[in-house]
């Protein structure tokens, strides 16, 4: 596991669209595409707003990298809280990304039917391959979730999906996720965390001797990639 810490937000956004960059680099020339789930939330959009501009978006080839997200709100596709919506207004709306590589949560279907139906979106791009993500962006919440893999949620016991629904009490919400496995079978992990209303749950994950279900976080393990943590100072006040 490898921590690096920034003096500010935005340069963690930039360091975050660096990474990105050289990932996409990476995977593109050693498999001719690159495979990517992003987070949603707040926080990334600052680094999905580097990535546009022109230093960075004529540099990267986009027609050969696939976007997906570790995890949606069941929420109209057009809303301002879709995690896709939001990455569309910020980045993908303004770089040559053909449609067929964006890989959206349908929330037109049932909670259930969107989960399976992303499942099967996602077993059908890896096909033949292992469903292991290149990147995988992940935040954290301040009580310790990342995705929609909330504290004390049965989904942090489930084993065979890749995908599922689940209701989220705290936010009166039903969520699409990626289960663990999906997310620990990632070639690479990136947390990204800014802002000291999350130094105190940061600290605890890092300290954290193992997973804890009330820390989901924690549970964040890939089993044979890389996991980087990017923070802001704010949020590493405590680590
Ligand atoms: C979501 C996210 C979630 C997010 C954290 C942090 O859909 O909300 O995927 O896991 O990363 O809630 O969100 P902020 O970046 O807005 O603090």
């Known amino acids: 596991m490898r921590i690096e810490i920034f003096d500010s937000a935005e340069e963690a956004a930039l360091h975050t669209a660096l ?16 495979n990517i789930a992003l987070s949603g939330g707040s926080t990334p959009l600052s680094a999905f707003a580097i990535l546009k501009q022109k230093a960075f978006a004529d540099e990267i080839s986009w027609s050969d990298i696939f976007f997906f997200w570790g995890d949606e709100r069941y929420v109209a596709m057009d809303s301002l809280e879709n995690n896709s919506h ?68 049965p989904l ?19 969520r699409i996720s990626f289960t663990l496995p999906l997310i620990n079978a990632a070639h690479m992990i990136t947390f990204l965390v800014c802002g000291k209303e999350k130094a105190d749950i940061t600290g605890k994950i890092l300290n954290a001797d193992g997973a804890d279900e009330n820390i989901p976080a924690t549970s964040i393990r890939p ?9 802001d100072k704010a949020a590493a006040a405590n680590i």
């Open 86 to 153: 939001m990455a569309r207004q910020v980045l993908l709306d303004h770089v040559p990304v053909p449609e067929k590589n964006i890989f959206t949560v349908n929330t037109a279907l049932s909670p259930a039917d969107a989960a399976i139906d992303y499942e099967k979106k996602i077993r059908q791009h890896f096909d033949s391959e292992p469903f292991c993500f290149d990147l995988i962006l992940l935040g954290i919440g301040t009580e310790g979730h990342t995705a929609s893999l909330f504290p004390h949620s």
């Open 156 to 174: 942090l016991k489930e084993q065979n999906r890749l995908v599922k629904e689940i209701y989220v009490q705290s936010k009166h919400q039903n």
């Open 223 to 231: 089993v044979n990639g890389n996991l980087l943590w990017i923070l």
């Open 19 to 34: 990474i990105f960059k050289q990932q996409a680099f990476k995977n593109i020339a050693e498999k001719g595409r690159f």
